[in-house]
């Protein structure tokens, strides 16, 4: 049973999922839900997702996000590589700080880190949040 069968199955699910929906449209993308529910949301959903709707929701997430809150996201993704000792496409050193401005961009770079690193991802996307 996929994520759509589980949310279409359980009227319960389908409800909670609705009102973060509308949460997350009303305001801020950092106000309205608690770091531990976007984390639960992102970890449940992300996985099951294909690289082109995940990246399409991350488009749709920079999109809400000033240009400065993209360049903090990106610079901070680069920072917690180089903490790591691990390299990612586009966001290495010499990476600069209006490259990370750019929604489209970051939504690419996202989706390949997704896919190679997905734990730096979802940590990335959560401390970032606020």
Known sequence: MGL???????????????NYVQRYQQGPPHEGYSDQE????YQQVAPQ??????????MGAFNRMSP?????????VQ???QMQGTSIP????G???EVYE??????????????????LAHSSARRRRR
């Open 79 to 81: 920072q917690q590589a």
């Open 4 to 18: 759509l069968d589980s949310l279409l199955g359980n009227p319960q699910q389908q409800q909670d999922y609705q």
């Open 68 to 76: 400065q809150e993209r360049a903090q996201f990106g610079q901070y």
């Open 38 to 41: 976007v984390l639960e949301r």
């Open 95 to 97: 990476t600069g700080r």
């Open 102 to 119: 750019d929604p489209g961009y970051l939504a690419q770079h996202t989706t390949q880190l997704h896919q190679q690193k997905p734990g």
């Open 90 to 93: 586009g966001f290495g050193e």
């Open 49 to 58: 997702l294909p690289p082109q709707d995940y990246q399409a929701a991350a």
